[in-house]
């Protein structure tokens, strides 16, 4: 199993440019959460998708960031204008019908 | 919302000896409890879980006890090992009959945990 699979790791992009951070799930999983991870706040689930439905967006901090799932093996996380408080690492995760849910590796994001 | 409490922040143990990292939750509707371990670079990686219905789990080294009246919750390492350094999250959630949930995990601000050989 490949496990879920982000893109890019690592991203270094200027202030005010549009930053798209890429998600596959594991295979046969129906659930896909978007987190983000700082310093100062840990972790935090920006939104979540089942059966490729937004359920529950209200972590998304402001209308510069969206969110799309259009198929079951594919989701973005869109952030336009970028800018430097954005910087964090953004995990993917999804889950099955059980109760794990499995992260990836993260997409390190440096706003400059 | 759910709130979960984590601590210590951060954790010093000699190898061999036990860890204890201690959680408290808020929303007394919570009834699945997992660990994560992310060590430098990783995503979260779940390492065991415990649901409202059970009080203890263990797992070879790692064990997990809950108290539903005080809501908390606490892992145990025993025996531990420089490769068991990395930061816990613990968390909570609803998960709805049948055994499953949307999974909307809420997370403890970490434990980071570092066992000197």
């Known amino acids: 199993d490949a496990g879920v699979i982000q893109s890019p790791r690592h991203e270094v992009t200027e202030m005010g440019q549009e930053v798209t951070l890429r998600c596959k799930p594991i295979?046969?999983?129906?659930?896909l959460f978007w987190y983000r991870q700082t310093m100062m706040r840990g972790l935090e689930l920006l939104i979540y998708?089942?059966?490729?439905?937004?359920?529950?967006d209200s972590g998304m901090p402001e209308d510069r960031f969206s969110a799309k799932m259009p198929n079951a093996s594919f989701s973005t996380l869109k952030i336009q204008p970028s800018e430097p408080r954005d910087s964090a690492v953004y995990f993917c995760?999804?889950?099955?019908?059980?109760?794990?849910?499995?992260f990836g590796e993260g997409s390190w994001l440096t706003v400059v | 919302g759910e709130n979960v409490e984590q601590h210590p922040s951060t954790l010093s143990v000699q190898e061999g000896d036990s860890a204890v990292i201690k959680c408290t939750y808020s929303?007394?509707?919570?009834?699945?409890f997992p660990w994560y371990k992310q060590e430098l670079g990783k995503g979260p990686q779940l390492i065991i879980d415990?649901?409202?219905?059970?009080g203890e789990k263990k797992d070879q080294r790692i064990a997990v006890t809950l108290n539903k009246t005080a809501k908390h919750f606490s892992l145990h390492i025993t025996e531990t090992q420089p490769e068991d350094s990395a930061v816990y999250f613990c968390?909570?959630?609803?998960?709805?009959?049948?055994?499953?949930?949307?999974?909307?995990?809420?997370f403890g601000q970490g434990t980071i945990l570092t066992v000197h050989p």
């Open positions: 415990i649901r409202s219905n059970v």
């Open positions: 968390a909570a959630s609803i998960s709805y009959a049948g055994g499953t949930s949307y999974g909307k995990l809420t």
């Open positions: 295979s046969g999983h129906n659930s």
């Open positions: 998708f089942n059966n490729n439905v937004p359920i529950d």
């Open positions: 995760a999804s889950k099955g019908s059980g109760n794990t849910i499995y």
């Open positions: 929303d007394s509707a919570s009834n699945y």
